[in-house]
């Protein structure tokens, strides 16, 4: 139990509920209770197993154990004893140990094996649960505490010696029915010798982490860097269950027609991922939900293009992936720290939270879009005229393309529209949508009504590195500058 689901009230309240409930429910042998929040002492690991945990949760006590001074500066890069810091100079003052941590468990165990001890427990397991040795009378009988009844919290639930009171049932997940293992045997040419293959297969809601086993044959074999694009191309047709094309390796092509859950291409490892309704389906994908929350949670790269809406935290901490999508909910781009997300359509509120890299690209067609920006981080930009700008710069004016002279995806400060129109016509291809394509045709009526959402700090890094390349192309020497 944690204060995400339980801000402001005490561990011990949820953790007992959930015991209790678990076990009238003949459930509490299949899970692993854990609890954490503020703990400290054996003591305290004592109190929560009596309450029914398996599992204790040491946050600030650890980290203290390794320096911590609890300044709460840690979002703001000036942590006095380098803990939460990546100021070189700040960082060299951190004197913390694997060890300390270390020994500092080794206290804990031992305060936890006295006490138990005293209570009569030789094993954890006897001891989870057992609410009736836990002592209230002294607390009761304090002024602050009249009025209040701990009955229910302290309820040992009647049932039979057959129940589980503790996690000692190990779930079967059913890995050998995996989609994968089908995928990696019809995969084996691309993966053996690199040839190109493709496959098609049903799929179903069943089916979850579709292409992360498949990407981990790749990796074993090809590393990181995979293999060609589109080695591989994986086309589904169905109902995708959660993390469809969880950490996608390159040269993986994964096409889906139909819908999918939460959590697709999580760690987005440098696939591409293409979802698109099915050709039958009614629905006008513009303005309906075709893949589910938390969309490119954590993905480094690669590329995805969504033929419809998404749920919320849609491409949350994501760090390098490229993205069209038809619209999202609340808190998109949040915590983003790279990439380029493209989004035509509607967007929920709190969009940008914590946006501290990266670029996104909202087609504001009503010009509301500012109201529901978080705008503590980040600054809206019109897209600039790019005619103008490639010629600042050398380019040929109306060519958008620049006869690839430029790397319209590394130079965020630059070639907004280029770039635009570049992500939105893969769009059109790989998806067929016919929102992308009536922006394609009419572009220089849609271009003025694209608003860019940038990183103020990420700008300013960027044009610092710009400025640095640029003083070094004047003495004849090229550099490549990144993101």
Same mark, same amino acid.
């Given at each position: 139990m944690t204060s995400i689901h339980h801000a402001g009230s005490p561990w011990e309240i949820g953790l007992a509920e959930t015991h209790q409930t678990l076990v009238l429910n003949d459930l509490r042998g299949r899970i692993a209770v854990q609890v954490d929040g503020g703990f400290r002492t054996g003591r305290d690991v004592i109190v929560g197993a009596l309450l029914g945990a398996d599992e204790f949760g040491f946050a600030t006590a650890a980290l203290i154990s390794e320096g911590c001074i609890m300044m709460r500066k840690c979002h703001l890069n000036t942590c006095p004893v380098g803990v939460a810091t990546q100021d070189p100079e700040l960082r060299k003052r951190f004197t913390g140990e694997p060890e300390h941590v270390?020994?500092?468990?080794?206290?804990?165990?031992?305060?936890?094996?006295?006490? #138990?001890? %005293?209570?009569?427990? !030789? =094993? #954890?397991? %006897?001891?989870?649960? !057992? =609410?009736?040795c836990l002592d209230t009378r002294g607390a009761i009988n304090h002024w602050k505490a009249k009025g209040l009844d701990f009955n229910r919290l302290f309820h040992q639930m009647d049932v039979g010696p057959e129940v589980a009171r503790y996690n000692n049932q190990s779930q079967d997940h059913g890995l050998e029915n995996a989609l994968d293992h089908v995928l990696i045997e019809q995969a084996r040419p691309a993966l053996e010798s690199g040839q190109q293959v493709r496959i098609e297969t049903p799929i179903r809601n069943v089916n979850r982490t579709v292409g992360a086993m498949l990407s981990s044959q790749v990796s074993r074999q090809y590393g990181y860097e995979g293999l060609p694009a589109d080695t591989i191309h994986?086309?589904?047709?169905?109902?995708?269950?959660?993390?469809?094309?969880a950490f996608l390796a390159h040269g993986i092509t994964m096409e889906l027609e139909g819908d999918a859950n939460d959590y697709v291409g999580k760690g987005l490892s440098g696939g591409r991922i293409v979802v698109y309704p099915s050709r039958s389906s009614p629905i006008d994908p513009h303005t309906n939900i075709i893949i589910g929350n938390t969309v490119l949670y954590g993905a480094v790269s690669g590329e995805c293009y969504f033929r419809g809406m998404a749920g919320e935290r849609f491409a949350v901490r994501n760090s390098g992936v490229s993205a069209v999508v038809e619209g999202v909910g609340d808190h998109g781009c949040e915590y983003m720290t790279g990439g380029c997300v493209v989004v035509i359509g509607e967007t929920g509120r709190n969009f940008a939270a914590g946006m501290s890299g990266g670029v996104a690209y909202v087609l504001d067609t009503d010009g509301t879009f500012e109201r529901r920006c978080n705008l503590a981080m980040v600054e809206l930009e019109p897209i600039a005229e790019e005619d103008a700008n490639l010629e600042e710069?050398?380019?040929q004016s109306g060519d958008l393309e620049t006869h690839g002279r430029v790397d319209i995806m590394r130079d965020m400060t630059r070639f907004d529209a280029q770039r635009l129109h570049t992500l939105i016509e893969n769009h059109v291809r790989y998806t067929g949508s016919r929102r992308a394509t009536q922006i394609i045709e009419n572009?220089?009526?849609?271009?003025?009504?694209?608003?860019?959402?940038?990183?103020?700090?990420?700008?300013?890094?960027l044009q610092q590195m710009q400025a640095r390349w640029r003083a070094t192309e004047s003495n004849g020497i090229s550099v490549a500058v990144g993101y």
């Amino acid at each position: 139990m944690t204060s995400i689901h339980h801000a402001g009230s005490p561990w011990e309240i949820g953790l007992a509920e959930t015991h209790q409930t678990l076990v009238l429910n003949d459930l509490r042998g299949r899970i692993a209770v854990q609890v954490d929040g503020g703990f400290r002492t054996g003591r305290d690991v004592i109190v929560g197993a009596l309450l029914g945990a398996d599992e204790f949760g040491f946050a600030t006590a650890a980290l203290i154990s390794e320096g911590c001074i609890m300044m709460r500066k840690c979002h703001l890069n000036t942590c006095p004893v380098g803990v939460a810091t990546q100021d070189p100079e700040l960082r060299k003052r951190f004197t913390g140990e694997p060890e300390h941590v270390v020994n500092f468990m080794m206290f804990i165990a031992e305060e936890v094996r006295e006490l #138990m001890a %005293e209570l009569g427990f !030789r =094993t #954890m397991n %006897e001891m989870i649960g !057992r =609410t009736d040795c836990l002592d209230t009378r002294g607390a009761i009988n304090h002024w602050k505490a009249k009025g209040l009844d701990f009955n229910r919290l302290f309820h040992q639930m009647d049932v039979g010696p057959e129940v589980a009171r503790y996690n000692n049932q190990s779930q079967d997940h059913g890995l050998e029915n995996a989609l994968d293992h089908v995928l990696i045997e019809q995969a084996r040419p691309a993966l053996e010798s690199g040839q190109q293959v493709r496959i098609e297969t049903p799929i179903r809601n069943v089916n979850r982490t579709v292409g992360a086993m498949l990407s981990s044959q790749v990796s074993r074999q090809y590393g990181y860097e995979g293999l060609p694009a589109d080695t591989i191309h994986i086309k589904c047709v169905g109902n995708a269950g959660q993390s469809f094309g969880a950490f996608l390796a390159h040269g993986i092509t994964m096409e889906l027609e139909g819908d999918a859950n939460d959590y697709v291409g999580k760690g987005l490892s440098g696939g591409r991922i293409v979802v698109y309704p099915s050709r039958s389906s009614p629905i006008d994908p513009h303005t309906n939900i075709i893949i589910g929350n938390t969309v490119l949670y954590g993905a480094v790269s690669g590329e995805c293009y969504f033929r419809g809406m998404a749920g919320e935290r849609f491409a949350v901490r994501n760090s390098g992936v490229s993205a069209v999508v038809e619209g999202v909910g609340d808190h998109g781009c949040e915590y983003m720290t790279g990439g380029c997300v493209v989004v035509i359509g509607e967007t929920g509120r709190n969009f940008a939270a914590g946006m501290s890299g990266g670029v996104a690209y909202v087609l504001d067609t009503d010009g509301t879009f500012e109201r529901r920006c978080n705008l503590a981080m980040v600054e809206l930009e019109p897209i600039a005229e790019e005619d103008a700008n490639l010629e600042e710069h050398g380019h040929q004016s109306g060519d958008l393309e620049t006869h690839g002279r430029v790397d319209i995806m590394r130079d965020m400060t630059r070639f907004d529209a280029q770039r635009l129109h570049t992500l939105i016509e893969n769009h059109v291809r790989y998806t067929g949508s016919r929102r992308a394509t009536q922006i394609i045709e009419n572009w220089n009526d849609f271009l003025p009504q694209f608003v860019k959402v940038m990183p103020v700090d990420y700008r300013r890094a960027l044009q610092q590195m710009q400025a640095r390349w640029r003083a070094t192309e004047s003495n004849g020497i090229s550099v490549a500058v990144g993101y």
